[in-house]
């Protein structure tokens, strides 16, 4: 049923490979009323497996395993998730999206089939509001799934949770975060359908994965009226398509944090009081050359002491580590300290514990392989270099020069002329392949402009969002064009390589200055390629994002940044050296 349904996955500190122990059910021979207790069970009557079609509820359901509690909650016409950990209060709520914000339904179910594995409930909401024939085929399991199938006129659900924010990963390129602060005068959200969602829910200690198989799915997060500082997102809801929708409900003590930042970070290495409750991949967004960077938590041993160093930018310390379990911040002038770093983990790595579930093992379980390959592009990770695989001299132009310039100092350009035609060879190398990738971009843009102008003919009311969103894609080819003078002219470097290759033909005092001059040529050819790759990868990835966050006015501007989103990151795929890639730790 998992891909003819509607599915919820929940799990706390679930077990990656979906192993399960069973689940209980009982019937609480009373409808709970306008509370749910939990804690007096002295009435409820166990029920016994082997049902098929032939128990009638007397009270409300509950179904239980090892990780969840889950009530149907007749009275309100909701399903109600519990953590095994506190059964005190409420972690998700779960309604017919139909339903909206309001309250008042009913629902009446009957248990259709009960193992010691597995139970399937027909469940039918209604009440005001609702259309007739809103119904669900809820299935339990002991593997921490619970799958919903849509039936009659119920088209999608609505999760009922406090989030603090909610995260759109993405394998590829930087995560979008969504905070209701930052958009104080919308009452929703609409945000793009990228098959998965992480919210952090209010506390610290829970997260909500959700995912769901490629369709016509739409996403929107519904806000707190109530204007302020910490206004919360209080449900994600998903109109499904006729596809299922996956859940998680994700517990560990400091499974996200919020690190605020005060003029104290800057500059010096700052340690917080937060630290993570196990290994994974822990990420944060930081401004580097002005665009929100997704930073992964390096290790003590390597990132303490690590300097990055970016063309055009220069060299800086790496922003976050950990010190054993403890997080480390190091801002400076070139990442400052700006706003609040929102820390989480969506990915797995050899430190993470078998016993924890994380959004990626979510998508990996509950995705076909076509859809699972897409969602979770890895191989899109994959760093192309920018230099010819068998270098002799060197890889980038600063590199061969410095080693070749001894040689002409020393009178040996004669005998070594066989090096310095290959270290012209290496940096010919360097220079096609930066050359062809900012061609890629120049191209794409050109592209890109091109959709975005059709977009505003076909989708008039869309105009205001689009035209906020195609100055971002010219600006590529405004950098490109800016600087084709001076670093994209192939012939010219062809020149420039015949030229310093002919300085080995014979000895000659002059050749150690006319190399010096030629040396400065190659040096500002390649530092302007390498610049040029960075500045339009940056400028990509900041489209990639505004995208994101400035489509949430409508369903119709969602859809339109979702399209924009994935033909960016097809051009974010497999980047060359010099660009920032997702895997930048």
């Not at 979906?18 to 009982?26: D, K, L, N, Q, Y």
């Not at 060299?315 to 820390?343: D, H, L, N, Q």
Request: glycine share 8%.
């Amino acid at each position: 049923m998992l891909f003819g349904a509607l599915t919820i996955l929940l799990c706390m500190a679930a077990s990656a490979d979906g192993a399960g122990v069973g689940i209980a059910a009982f019937d609480t021979m009373q409808p709970f009323g306008s509370r749910i207790a939990l804690e007096d069970r002295t009435e409820w009557s166990p029920i016994d497996p082997g049902i098929n079609g032939d128990y009638s509820c007397k009270g409300d359901l509950v179904f239980e395993n090892e990780h969840f509690t889950a009530v149907l909650w007749s009275r309100m016409g909701m399903v109600v998730l519990y953590s095994r950990a506190d059964s005190q209060a409420k972690r998700l709520e779960f309604v017919p999206l139909e339903l909206g914000p309001r309250s008042g339904a009913k629902l009446s179910c009957r248990l259709q089939q009960l193992t010691s594995d597995e139970a399937v409930v027909i469940c039918s909401f209604a009440g005001s509001g609702l259309p007739d024939g809103c119904a669900a085929t809820f299935t339990f399991t002991g593997d921490q799934i619970i799958e919903v199938e849509p039936g009659g006129s119920m088209h999608g659900l609505s999760l009922r949770a406090r989030l603090s924010f909610a995260v759109i990963p993405n394998v590829i390129s930087d995560d979008l975060v969504f905070g209701a602060d930052s958009y104080p005068e919308l009452r929703a959200l609409h945000v793009p359908s990228e098959n998965m969602l992480l919210g952090l829910v209010e506390g610290y200690d829970y997260t909500l994965a959700t995912a769901w198989p490629q369709g016509q799915q739409t996403v929107q997060l519904t806000l707190e009226p109530e204007h302020g500082p910490n206004r919360l997102i209080t449900s994600v809801d998903i109109a499904a398509d006729g596809q299922p929708v996956f859940v998680a409900l994700l517990e560990a003590p400091g499974i996200w944090h919020a690190e605020k930042f005060l003029p104290s970070h800057l500059e010096r290495d700052t340690t917080s009081e937060w630290q993570r409750p196990f290994g994974g991949k822990w990420v944060t967004q930081l401004p580097e050359d002005q665009v929100p960077t997704t930073y992964t938590f390096g290790s003590s041993e390597l990132d303490s002491t690590r300097s990055p160093w970016r063309a055009g930018i220069g060299t800086y310390r790496y922003p976050v580590w950990f010190e054993g379990a403890t997080a480390v911040y190091r801002m400076g002038k070139k990442i400052p300290p700006v706003g609040v770093s929102v820390v989480y983990c969506a990915e797995r790595t050899s430190e993470t514990p078998a016993s924890v579930l994380c959004l990626y093992d979510v998508v990996g379980r509950v995705l076909n392989e076509t859809a699972r390959t897409s969602v979770l592009d890895f191989a899109g990770r994959k760093e192309r270099p920018a230099y010819r695989l068998n270098s002799v001299v060197g890889c980038a132009t600063c590199g061969v020069t410095g080693k070749l310039a001894p040689l002409f100092e020393k009178g040996k350009e004669v005998e070594e002329r066989t090096q310095i035609e290959a270290g012209v060879e290496d940096m010919l190398a360097h220079l096609r392949i930066l050359h062809a990738r900012t061609s890629e971009y120049r191209d794409w843009a050109d592209a890109m402009v091109r959709y975005l102008a059709a977009c505003e003919t076909d989708n008039p009311e869309a105009a205001e969002y689009l035209n906020e969103i195609k100055p971002l894609a010219e600006a590529l080819i405004e950098a490109y064009d800016a600087s084709k003078e001076s670093t994209q002219d192939m012939d010219r470097a062809e020149a420039l390589g015949r030229v310093t290759a002919a300085l080995a033909s014979e000895r000659d005092p002059g050749n150690i200055k006319r190399f010096a001059e030629l040396g400065a040529d190659w040096r500002r050819m390649g530092g302007g390629l390498e610049a040029l790759v960075r500045k339009q990868n940056t400028l990509a990835r900041g489209l990639f994002q505004e995208a994101g966050y400035r489509g949430v006015t409508s369903p119709e501007t969602a859809a339109l940044a979702g399209e924009i989103r994935r033909r960016t990151r097809d051009m974010l795929r497999e980047p060359v050296q010099y660009e920032l890639m997702r895997e930048y730790y």
